[in-house]
């Protein structure tokens, strides 16, 4: 039998490490990237999601659009525009947040935010060469509603219990 080449390690390779201090107070922790749609129909970005995403909120424009052929809104694309073009968006600012008036393509699109609480979350993605923009995916708060269709798979036995 050939025997094994083990390599074995001696106190002094163990003494050349030495463990760093590590902090045990608060830690950052990163910011989720969110947002809400106001029952006015304003697209609401808290003060914290605008500075996570380091943008001049002052002077920041977007153009906004959603996916080509979709009749209902499940996500709306945010891109940065430099240009003061009329089909751009300006951020606005409210208390303690920025917002974006939508009201009127929100309702077109099929998004009830009158009577429904919307929430979103931003993502980046590459846009073209040197452009991020943001994908904002909605959700709404409301559970999930009964199935209400033929139920599936196996019969459950009936037990007769007479007698």
Do not use: C, H, W
Not at 21 to 29: D, I, S
Not at 70 to 82: A, E
């Amino acid at each position: 039998m050939k025997p094994k080449t083990i390599r074995f390690f001696s106190p002094q390779d163990n003494a050349l490490i030495k463990p760093t201090k590590t902090k045990k107070g608060k830690e950052a922790k990163p910011v989720k990237l969110e947002g809400y749609i106001s029952p006015a129909g304003k697209l609401v970005f808290p003060a914290k999601t605008i500075d996570q995403l380091e943008l001049q909120a002052d002077s920041a424009r977007f153009q906004i659009g959603t996916d080509q052929g979709k009749r209902k809104i499940k996500t709306i694309y945010l891109v940065p525009t430099q240009d003061d073009q009329d089909e751009s968006f300006a951020l606005l600012k409210a208390a303690k947040s920025y917002t974006i008036d939508l009201g009127f393509i929100l309702q077109k699109g099929g998004i009830a935010f009158k009577t429904t609480k919307y929430t979103f979350s931003l993502s980046p993605f590459p846009y073209q060469e040197g452009t991020i923009g943001y994908s904002l995916t909605l959700r709404t708060s409301d559970p999930k509603p009964a199935y209400t269709g033929k139920p599936r798979g196996r019969k459950p036995k009936v037990t007769n219990q007479e007698g």
